[in-house]
């Protein structure tokens, strides 16, 4: 189960019923947040998230409309007793934000906060399951996008051929990691014919706000899907640039270019 | 018109449809907001109340459920455009936040922000036609309460009357302010006999996060309407104490001793 809940995806100024943003990546049984802006904590009792599935929180850029919400979340875990780790990975500023913020409120926390400074490209969580990298986008302050990649799964016993064969349930791992079975005879069974392959890894990519720049394409090819900013239409292409955002014509070259199946904006 | 709407009185934890704590208190044409707790500005356009009104911010403390919201509002003002000056009251460590939040994001105002930190209790504003004073509640941190306070109104005119008298417009202003009326014969007629007097000025008094302390009681004193916090019911007067919270009871007995008309719960 890999899969995108948007919270909000207004741009900065919150009318009735728009949210700015923030969205939740289902990953099997984890939970991503990236970005947070204000009202979130709000927006994930509406949608009946849970959230203390949430063990890592990303945010693209120090706009408020990206993560006014993140220190009334917190708040909000602390209060709920929350205990076990969680883990921030932004831009290095915040930090000093959050901590200022609890300091003066003499706010204390019944779990760890473990912060990671966005410093440079490349993979900041490579976990058994998944990974997650960062890269740089083009905003008027410093802004990353995020890629979370499923690892490969192992492959799947069909269960009909395992009986036929009688394979003991003690070798399933090994046929699972594409290993031939061997009989007692010295027979040898060849993994495809008891497995199948599990569904190709899936990816998703957030460009958080960000000029037109071909230069992030060659990091998303082959995403599975991208979430691209479009501010305006093609017709404003220049006022979008001029204040660092993108049109929605731009945001399907990007995903064009870099062969990505499924364009989200 | 002196009137209260309340955008959220929740304890620190928001609950779905439940907000934390913001109010505007409307003073004829002028717009005052106490608190402002996460989501206020989605609040303000819920209710519909038009934010280029408010020109002055009271924060009575800095735990997040009182003004997590204020730089997102602030923000909202300037890409509405707002040009004219806003002016905050507040705890002094707010300044240093909020210097630190627009700093970080390269945000930068169309208007003017005037930000007076709370220092010692007394008169904070005092306009022609209302006054403002904080004082001190008692809370785990420093924490502070607003009156806001009509002032006395001239007297009406009552038009029956003056055409009975024949008297000129031009002479309306001193009639208002309590002067007789003296005829061209030198006949004086009194000014009770063409004026009626304005309805009593009113106020009204906003006691922040504060433990039972009669101590605010002589400054409560026959204020028109509290409102004064309750996060526990009677039983709970312990737990109340130990968290710097109060109860039911106790809200109404501060309003029983301070001669109090309505109370706010």
Known sequence: MFGVTILGNNSALPAYDRHPTAQVITLNDQLFLIDCGEGTQMQLSKYRIRRSKINHIF?????????????GLLTSFGLMSREHDLHIHAPGPLKQILDLLFSTGDTKFPFTIHFYPLQKEGAIIDDDKFSVECFRVYHRIECWGFIIREKKKPRKIDIDRIVHYNIPAVDYEKLKQGEDYIT???????????????????????????????????????????YHETTYLKNLEERAASRFHSTTTQAANIALLANVKKLLI
């Open 59 to 71: 945010i693209s850029h120090l706009h408020g409309d990206h993560y006014f919400g993140l220190p």
């Open 184 to 226: 007692e005879n010295g027979e040898v069974i060849k993994n495809e014919t008891v497995t199948v392959p599990a569904l190709p890894p899936k990816s998703y990519a957030f460009c958080g706000d960000t000029i037109y720049n071909e230069k992030i394409v060659h990091k998303l090819s082959n995403v599975t899907m991208i």
